[in-house]
């Protein structure tokens, strides 16, 4: 795969690896458990979608300390020479239980649990967080889309202005993940199987000179799968000039698929360019519209009845601009026979190994959420978490990117209405049961 | 090197494929120039710091499509087998003129110009989009990190958060750009040679049980390069534990290089632990501070007297939270003999090929910038943007990141402060030169 190259396990921050050599003079080596988890929601953020855990399994399978990597970090001359050969024949050999990858999820529920020996479980928290953190934002974010478009296509746009090219590529399968029709981005395509999409920008009309001469060589080229971009100069112009090519091309048997707005004023454009293609018998010819959308903007279009038929959704879907980050950290919660948990203030943590139970109405839809101990059982509750790696290995092939976003649907369609309101004002009830809360005070410092 | 991969040519949008078979089909072979730049100020920013251009000249240099691209275009059913034949044999063959990375720049003022044949320069856009507008985005926020830190030492902290892989590492690769002195980031460290840096987490002090076990145990493990982290229970506390510590490591003839802080009000705490150590005699111990800095909470907290030598700064600066995206476009300017320009609403641009001209003062600071032809010359302006691609080739070996760092450093001296201001209300004046003024009321639409 072009996209999964090796990072290796120096995409770390130095600290993990000053704390291993710290941990290895020491003989730290008891099994360790780390929580990650989301401690707050973003404002106007009241649930997430989890995402990027394909990339941490690989990773982990294949961690390994390269002759490169040892000397570099020989010639950093922090490091001990019997370390670095330590090292350089680690493997990571712990246990991974998950959330599934298109699973809801709430603030403070356990995404993943890792249970390692201390070195291992210790120096892959920086690829996690970044990993998990950023693609599960991006998800989330894709999921208010999704709901706000009420079943109108969205197209991710947003290879552009994505924060570097690892994340226009995540972006591509978290979208997609979260319920995206499609994306323009040709790697991720490739690379994930998602459909792909995009016909003409302004500067091919430019290049045409007009738009009439534009749309007539498009047709020429793509007779079944032209949309032509109709606001280059005018938009009420350019959509006459997509009538006059779209008649030609009916009469060679073929059919405009759409035509595609960018600028302007999106409701009342929309409206006239559809009575346009309507008054001339161009019912089947799709509105596209692009540009500036989010989840709020395709609320807003749609309620105040734009015509609008899919949405490109670029920049502020592809970088989060709401929430560009997400408070996610990797904490402790067990080490050798000992709960862990800290008390920096507002930076207190749940010591012990976790489990999230999901209840359930009666008609399926979600109840409430218990964050328990692992060892816990609740009849009535299913465990979210799932063993999906055990001694370094994964325990089974990982799911397609077409199951995960079945999971995802599937989830979503039982997740009550009232907290996909985009204001996420309602919160949803996530408890800590009683045996997780008393374990709390007794735990050592 | 392993972070520079081959992305390749279907790192893109479609719509730059399906663009570039409808100008094979018409033949409209001739030679274009597209411009890129930033249309508007994010909120509270008045300047830019050029980055990227390296992984783009890269990129440039070594584009083709292979065997599998070509299989998967193909497998799309959506190009013709001559078109396909073209690409696999397409080469960049075109010439980039650049800002140098770490030149200071402004909103309309191309950063890069691309002449090339038409589909060449066309199909470039998505990768130079998103490769110089995230750079770009976090060099400039780092130089209003560093210029509020008034020369305290800046470590990038981001890593963990960061939006996905690439982010981190480039984010590493910025912040140096524009001055900070050293990364967490290990891998950054490897393939920049950016000096790295880090100590250890709360998960280090929490495996040991506590703060003087934990100290003691990691000074025997790096004598000469130990930070404490002090405020896993109370930071008072650890404060004291941490002289404790260090008094044994002085008579050991080793020095305790610092303490850090992760949470609580860094003002007042870093006040009384600087107390603290001073009473022990310890006034060579700097304090650290991370948790939360940007450019504004460094100015803070440096106006109201915090005691801190240093800090490591994070996630709002590795995701560039204030202003997460650019407004960066890439826009025909030329095509064949004539200009071109864009007049969608809002969204105007400046047909021509281009030259930014720069006045100076007498004193050597900025006075004014004129966005101007390329043909233009102004005996006192100097121009910005320089030859570094002929044919598809480099003209002469990049810079090296010390270099380039240098470039900045000399550039920003010479800025002058009333620009600096964090409210960023003052703008840099930038004119357009009556030529290129005149030229575009004449422009063919």
Redesign the interface.
């Known amino acids: 795969m ?2 999964n ?4 396990p ?10 291993a ?3 290895f ?2 003989r ?1 080596f008891e099994t ?1 458990t ?1 929580s990650l988890f989301i401690r707050n929601y973003p404002p106007q953020r009241n649930f997430f979608v989890a995402a990027g855990l394909q990339d941490c399994l690989y990773e982990l399978e294949s961690l390994r300390f390269n002759e490169e ?1 040892i000397s ?2 020989s010639d ?1 001359d ?1 490091f001990r020479a019997d370390f670095l050969s330590y090292l350089k024949q680690l493997r990571f050999t712990g246990d991974v239980h998950s959330l599934p990858e298109g699973t809801i999820f709430f603030a403070n529920e356990p995404i993943l649990e890792i249970t390692a020996p ?1 070195i291992e479980a ?1 120096i892959v ?2 690829f996690l ?3 998990i ?2 693609q599960t934002l991006i998800a989330s974010k894709s999921a208010r889309c999704v709901h706000s478009a009420s079943g109108r296509q969205l197209i991710d ?1 947003s ?12 972006v591509a399968r978290s979208t997609h993940i979260a319920g995206f029709d499609g994306t ?4 991720a ?2 690379e994930y199987g998602i459909p ?9 009309v ?5 738009d009439f001469e534009a749309f007539t ?2 047709a ?3 007779p079944n ?1 032209a949309v032509f971009l109709i ?4 938009t009420l112009k350019g959509a006459s000039e997509a009538v006059k090519v779209a008649r030609q091309m009916k009469q060679k048997g073929h059919t405009l698929r759409g035509v595609r707005l ?3 004023d999106m409701i009342r454009l929309s409206q006239q360019v559809r009575y346009f293609l309507d008054e001339a018998g161009l019912e089947e010819v799709k509105i596209f519209a692009s540009g500036g959308f989010d989840e709020f903007k395709i609320n807003q279009a749609l309620v105040e009845g734009a015509a609008i038929d899919a949405f490109g959704v670029g ?2 879907l ?4 709401d929430a ?3 408070d ?1 950290v990797y ?2 919660v067990r ?1 050798g026979q ?1 709960h ?1 948990r ?6 207190e943590s749940l010591g012990g190994k976790k489990q999230v139970f999901r209840f359930l109405q009666e008609n399926g839809f979600y109840l409430k959420d218990t964050i328990g101990l692992r060892s816990e059982n609740f009849s009535s509750g299913s465990a979210l978490l799932e063993p999906v790696m055990l001694s370094g290995r994964m325990i089974q092939p990982y799911p397609t990117l077409q199951e995960i976003r079945h999971h995802f649907k599937a989830n979503f369609a039982v997740f009550p209405n009232e907290y996909k309101d985009l204001s996420a004002r309602i919160k949803y009830p996530v408890e800590v049961s009683p045996r997780l809360r008393d374990l709390q005070p007794t735990l ?2």
């Open positions: 072009t996209i190259h090796r990072l290796g120096l995409f770390t921050d130095l600290y993990e690896l000053t704390m050599a710290g941990y003079d020491r730290l360790a780390f990597d570099f970090l950093t922090l201390l210790q928290e920086t967080l970044n990993t953190g950023f746009f290879l552009r202005r994505t924060q570097g090219h690892d994340a226009g590529i995540k323009s981005n040709v790697l395509g490739k792909i999409s995009g016909t003409m920008a302004h500067s091919y430019q290049a045409f000179g007009g060589s498009y020429d080229t793509f799968n606001d280059t100069f005018d960018d600028s302007g920049t502020s592809g970088v989060s601009a560009p980050f997400a996610i904490k402790m080490y000992r862990v800290k008390f920096s203030p507002g930076k050592l410092a």
